[in-house]
């Protein structure tokens, strides 16, 4: 068991490693190059829109049992609420239709068999297509596996797995399509409930993981980016910030857990994901008006998902790189007709933001996720974290915690 663990990269990955370790009496210091602890995952004050606004939306699915592990731990499961059923709200903007998919709460996928249950115009059989994905296969784009067409496909599949794969499923990789499912839709309602932050993602996932560490002697020092590591005989001896180095004993570990294009700076010869996907969110400082769910998909619009939060409707919509050409005004005035086609809102824009995260996660194509690395390094003492290091998973929350596990339980074993 190391001494101190040093860890790089205060984000989900490099704060979910520092909790493990910490459960584990081991001493933890983190380092983040910026001010703010949560990387991805983080809310801030807008001073355009008055608002504390997260940098994007993100959902738990009940299914997430890493990330729901890593809030228990730390003692804020109360910070997110979560349906008490996986029914998942629909408004196609095109046919002005209505309805719900009903996965219900249970263990078995029974709504494919309940028309009333399941997407309109689909038959059980649209569905069974999806046992195709479930079967072990050489990774392919998912367009090789199963037709990526029809009724239950474009109102069912491919809004559920854009959200979780943030690229669009007929490019993505089968594997991580695969994955998705058998922890989520394959299990049942049960693993698919919804889960959100209403009072923020720093509320919930960095604050108390910030008070945990901290309970327990951790340290966090904010403004420290890491340069390179000095390095002696297989071993991690040294963190070079620029302005000073800090030495790393001979009982003493590291993890870094930045983002692939930092880690690829600072390891030259690791093999990385080098092409991503953005995501783009719109915040409006407006009370939802009555009956606006707290999620809501939308189809044949440019919001994909429309949520009521107590202060504002916040928009999310994934692998947005074709809104990235056009203004940050032009973003808020499309996504906000959409709202309109979806609930009885004011023709005026109330205050809003416009958050564009152009390298939200890294690209989910099968070519891409042959280049995510494992947790081990070359050096014995150094362990990777990160959404994007080969977690069998796309680049999510859950990725990112069970990356943070896995660093943490390579070297306590050192
Ligand atoms: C808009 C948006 C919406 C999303 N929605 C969802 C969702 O609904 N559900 C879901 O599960 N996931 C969602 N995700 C994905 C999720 O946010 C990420 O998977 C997760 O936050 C990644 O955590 P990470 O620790 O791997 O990386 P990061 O969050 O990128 O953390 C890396 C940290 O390293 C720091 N750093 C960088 N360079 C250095 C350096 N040289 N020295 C020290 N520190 C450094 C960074 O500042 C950062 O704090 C979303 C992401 C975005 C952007």
Redesign the pocket.
């Known amino acids: 068991m190391p001494k101190t663990v040093h860890i790089?990269?205060?984000?989900?990955?490099?704060?979910?490693a520092a909790v493990s370790l910490a459960a584990h009496g081991v001493a933890t210091v983190i380092?983040?190059?910026?001010e703010?602890?949560?990387?991805?995952?983080?809310s801030y004050d807008d001073a355009a829109s008055g608002m504390r606004i997260?940098?994007?939306?993100?959902?738990?699915l009940s299914g997430?049992t890493m990330?729901l592990g890593f809030l228990d731990r730390i003692g804020a499961t109360a910070l997110v609420t979560g349906a008490a059923t996986a029914r998942f709200p629909f408004v196609d903007l095109a046919t002005k239709q209505r309805w719900g998919l009903d996965l219900g709460a249970g263990r078995l996928p029974f709504w494919v068999f309940d028309r009333r249950r399941r997407a309109p115009g689909t038959r059980v059989l649209d569905y069974l297509s999806l046992a195709r994905v479930m079967a072990p296969t050489k990774d392919r784009p998912l367009d090789r596996v199963i037709s990526c067409g029809g009724p239950a496909y474009e109102q069912v599949v491919r809004p559920f797995l854009l959200?979780?794969l943030?690229t669009e499923p007929g490019e993505s990789s089968s594997a991580l399509a695969r994955a998705v499912l058998r922890d989520t839709i394959a299990l049942g309602g049960i693993a698919c409930r919804p889960y959100l932050a209403p009072r923020g993602l720093s509320a919930a996932f960095v604050e108390p993981a910030l008070a945990y560490l901290s309970d327990r002697g951790g340290n966090i020092r904010f403004g420290?980016?890491?340069?390179r590591f000095v390095v002696n005989a297989g071993v991690v001896t040294g963190l070079d910030?620029g302005d000073k180095t800090i030495s790393v004993g001979p009982d003493d570990a590291v993890v870094l857990?930045?983002?692939p294009y930092?880690a690829s700076?600072?390891i030259p010869q690791l093999q990385v994901p080098d092409e991503f996907r953005a995501?783009?969110?719109a915040h409006f400082r407006i009370v939802p008006p009555p009956g606006l769910e707290p999620m809501t998909g939308v189809l044949n619009g440019t919001a994909e998902w429309i949520f009521a939060f107590e202060d504002r409707i916040s928009v999310?919509v994934?692998g947005a790189d074709r809104l990235l050409r056009h203004s940050r005004d032009e973003i808020a005035g499309m996504i906000w007709r959409d709202v309109q086609g979806v609930a009885k809102v004011p023709d005026e824009l109330p205050p809003w933001q416009i958050?564009r995260?152009r390298?939200?996660?890294f690209a989910a194509t099968p070519s891409q996720n042959a280049k995510r690395p494992g947790g081990r390094t070359a050096w014995r003492n150094l362990a990777l974290?990160?959404?994007?290091?080969d977690t069998g998973l796309p680049?999510?929350?859950?990725?990112?915690v069970r990356?943070?596990n896995r660093a943490a339980d390579l070297l306590m074993q050192i």
């Open positions: 790089v990269g205060a984000g989900m990955a490099g704060l979910s380092h983040e190059a910026t703010q602890a949560g990387g991805r995952c983080r997260d940098n994007g939306t993100h959902i738990l997430n990330a959200a979780a943030n420290n980016q890491l340069h910030f857990a930045v983002p930092v700076s600072i995501i783009v969110n999310t994934s958050v995260e390298r939200a996660t974290a990160g959404d994007w290091t680049a999510t929350i859950e990725s990112a990356s943070g």
